[in-house]
């Protein structure tokens, strides 16, 4: 029981450059969603899946697309690097929403040059 | 719109010693939860403690415990018997009892030292 997985784990890219980050979960659980997390302010949610077949913006979506593939897999993809997105992403998911725990994976660390 | 607010960036607590970590939340909705998670230096988030807003008992789990203030809207977080273990930053989030309930608010986070 793998949990959540994300790839890669690092990404360097150039201005302009396009890359998706992939995640999976084996928990079987409904909901998975996109976070960054940028020095001195905590985890902001950029888009989540509440089930299958659904995407909805969250707090800082601009820059950002997303696709649910199937239940265990929720990519973001960065059509045109800025610097501006340089930061950690974190994927998670939980069985649903309001008092569900949400379970993190590893993280990814990408730098825009 | 809900804020999540840690106004210490940075702690520090003797091995064996009791800290209080502090968190204060903003909203209009009567219903809704909190959280406190732990980020070690491994970067792997684990949820810490839950908090129903709707119940009036504090929750605890092992030597994690909370201070749930609902008029006051404060949620304090304390740790006992502190060990080098729980070094890391810990976020304070909100999450709605209502359609909103997919949207997690994390606050700042506040980095935890824990001295031998």
């Known amino acids: 029981n793998a949990g959540v997985t994300q790839t890669p784990k690092f990404q360097v890219l150039k201005t302009g450059q396009s890359m998706t980050l992939q995640c999976a979960q084996d928990m079987n659980h409904n909901s998975m969603y996109w976070y960054r997390q940028d020095p001195g302010m905590g985890l902001r949610l950029i888009y989540y899946?509440?089930?299958?077949?659904?995407?909805d913006k969250g707090e800082v979506p601009n820059g950002y697309n997303v696709s649910r593939l199937n239940k265990r897999e929720f990519s973001l993809r960065l059509e045109s690097a800025a610097p501006s997105q340089t930061s950690v992403y974190f994927c998670a998911s939980s069985p649903g929403q309001g008092a569900y725990e949400q379970y993190f994976g590893p993280g990814t660390r990408l730098t825009v040059t | 719109a809900q804020t999540v607010t840690q106004s210490q960036p940075e702690m520090s607590v003797q091995e064996a010693e009791t800290v209080t970590l502090s968190c204060t939340y903003d909203?209009?909705?009567?219903?809704?939860?909190l959280f406190w998670y732990k980020q070690p230096p491994s970067r792997q988030m684990i949820l810490v403690i839950r908090q129903e807003a709707y119940k009036q008992q504090n929750a605890t789990e092992n030597r994690f415990s909370v201070n749930f203030q609902k008029a006051a809207k404060s949620f304090s977080l304390k740790i006992s018997d502190s060990q080098l273990g729980d070094a890391a930053m810990y976020f304070c989030?909100?999450?709605?009892?209502?359609?909103?309930?997919?949207?997690?608010?994390f606050g700042a986070g506040t980095r935890l030292f824990v001295k031998a």
């Open positions: 899946s509440a089930s299958e077949g659904t995407t």
């Open positions: 909203t209009s909705e009567s219903d809704y939860y």
């Open positions: 989030a909100y999450r709605s009892a209502f359609a909103g309930g997919f949207k997690t608010i």
